[in-house]
């Protein structure tokens, strides 16, 4: 990360003054595209009679000269974002944005574009009460850097797996602390690499240790019972908004958001009826189509209504600047059943990404003109994963020739290799464990492919469980894995078995540095990758 830019380094003191003038905010009905603002202060109400913005604010999609801004209010009321590149407002720009209604739980994001290139943006966003337009709820504060128009040292950061297993916000073990050692190391961007919520995971008030000590969750009625209402699966995104760890980091750390299994319920895919006795919805697809709603609703992406959902696509690809390109995959939305996973043929049951997202992918990574391809895939390659006793519900099936799911993925690498496509790397969570694993063709059962990297990380705030056996149908070989064969599942993370990743370019050599870290911000594992030319 280079430190030469002053705004990056005052940031924080930003947001702390912003905080402490949080009453003070001066807004005015203008021209959106105006870039002076006007002085004639809003009128300032008790806090029960203004809105409020209860969970924050925050930013995704970061890509070129845009960005999203999201945050939610507690009432019917229009969303207001201010933005400069200094810290004072002097000479920025303010856009009024959507109304925050009920059918969106009173979420609310604006698209601001045209954005200058590598600067630091400071933002505050606030509500206009719709019945009474001279009210607006105190301001909550934010700031992001745009990408680079020019080669300039890129940090990035990546894990998933937030408040599962039933581990949840604990007040006396600090929150969700894994969240404020990824801020702290001053990241450009975040990929969320899935299972953001367990709407399948219920909180119990306390949970005894091994240890005699008690693990105390902050617990609503939301996150009580598996979610099956929208209004359940609504309530489990805003149950992380709660701890300030969250809140600070999504202020500062624009996300790049994708969905693994527990956003819906564990293991499933379209078409699937559950046999789960939680669960008085059996239909997986009524079920898909709540969690989706308030993933889309929740995360900081370009989501237009719930009428428009096609349109709100979650795999989706982001440029940042000369050195980097991002691939985020949905492997959720366009899968097969689960099965034993060993069709000759592929068919619509081997689905993973489905034709029209796997060409997507394809046409993607062929016009990219960076120097690095990172994949986003929210399931690992080469680990097994399984579904029960017979099935399996990621790619692996074990040791062999490619079958089932696995023809997707060697179409795809035979496409790189066969096109050429040069510094493709993968990144994904998922295991609940950290490792690193090279893709050798000379030791793989199928072996048309160019050797490629995949790392590994989290849990974020979620239990810790033992490796995964690695399969050799493309030849992964284990280079570093956090946990120990037969260590015991489902650890606290008061256990300090918490990971995630951070990707570093450098802007003169384009060498990627991955490294690995723990709860507390220590380098357990890093490598240095140099750019194929």
Do not use: C
């Not at 819906?264 to 239909?283: A, C, F, H």
């Not at 980097?324 to 939305?333: A, V």
């Amino acid at each position: 990360m280079s430190s030469t830019n002053p705004l990056k380094f005052n940031r924080r003191q930003f947001l702390l003054n912003s905080t402490i003038a949080a009453g003070g905010v001066i807004v005015t009905n203008i021209v959106p595209k105006s870039p002076v603002f006007a002085q004639a202060p809003a009128i300032i109400t008790s806090d029960k009679t203004r809105p409020t913005i209860p969970y924050g604010v925050a930013t995704g999609d970061i890509s070129e000269d845009s960005i999203i801004v999201w945050s939610r209010s507690d009432r019917p009321s229009r969303m207001l974002v201010e933005y400069s590149t200094n810290e004072s407002f002097r000479n920025g720009s303010r856009v009024f944005g959507p109304p925050a209604l009920e059918d969106n739980d009173f979420t609310a994001r604006i698209n601001l574009r045209n954005l200058p290139p590598d600067q630091q943006i400071f933002y505050r966003v606030t509500f206009q009460d719709l019945d009474y337009r001279n009210v607006y709820s105190a301001p909550v504060s934010g700031t992001f850097r745009t990408p680079p128009k020019y080669k300039r040292d890129i940090f990035f950061v990546w894990g998933g797996d937030t408040a599962g297993q039933g581990w949840g916000i604990n007040p006396d073990f600090g929150g969700m602390k894994i969240y404020e050692t990824m801020r702290q190391t001053q990241p450009d961007f975040f990929i969320h690499s899935g299972d953001n919520i367990y709407a399948d995971g219920p909180m119990q008030s306390e949970v005894p240790l091994g240890d005699g000590t008690i693990w105390k969750n902050i617990v609503t009625e939301e996150k009580s019972k598996v979610a099956e209402t929208l209004k359940e699966f609504r309530g489990n995104y805003q149950y992380n908004l709660l701890d300030e760890n969250v809140k600070r980091f999504n202020a500062e750390v624009p996300m790049l958001a994708q969905w693994d299994d527990h956003e819906v319920t564990n293991n499933w895919y379209p078409g699937e009826i559950l046999s789960d006795n939680r669960y008085t919805v059996k239909d997986v697809n009524t079920l898909a189509e709540r969690g989706r709603q308030a993933f889309l609703e929740y995360m900081p992406i370009d989501y237009k209504t719930r009428f428009d959902a096609d349109r709100s696509k979650i795999y989706r690809s982001f440029n940042y600047g000369l050195s980097l390109d991002i691939f985020m995959l949905d492997e959720r939305t366009y899968r097969g059943i689960n099965t034993p996973n060993r069709q000759p043929v592929q068919s619509k049951e081997t689905d993973m990404l489905g034709q029209s997202q796997l060409q997507w992918l394809k046409v993607q990574l062929l016009k990219s003109k960076s120097t690095w391809k990172v994949i986003a895939s929210d399931m690992p390659l080469g680990l097994i994963i399984r579904d029960g006793a017979t099935d399996f519900e990621a790619w692996a099936n074990g040791d062999g020739p490619a079958l089932g799911r696995e023809l997707e993925i060697a179409d795809l690498l035979r496409f790189i290799k066969n096109r050429n496509i040069k510094n493709v790397v993968w990144l994904t969570a998922d295991v609940h464990y950290a490792a690193v694993h090279y893709y050798d063709p000379n030791k793989a059962q199928f072996q048309d492919f160019k050797p490629f990297w995949e790392f590994v990380a989290g849990p974020l705030n979620s239990g810790t469980f033992g490796p995964n056996q690695l399969e050799n149908t493309f030849g992964p070989q284990l280079i570093f894995q956090s946990n120990p064969p037969g260590m015991a599942s489902n650890r606290p993370p008061s256990a300090g078995l918490q990971f995630f990743g951070g990707v570093k370019i450098d802007a003169n050599t384009q060498v990627m540095t991955v490294t690995l870290r723990n709860l507390v911000g220590e380098t357990i594992y890093s490598v240095d990758l140099p750019p194929e030319r």
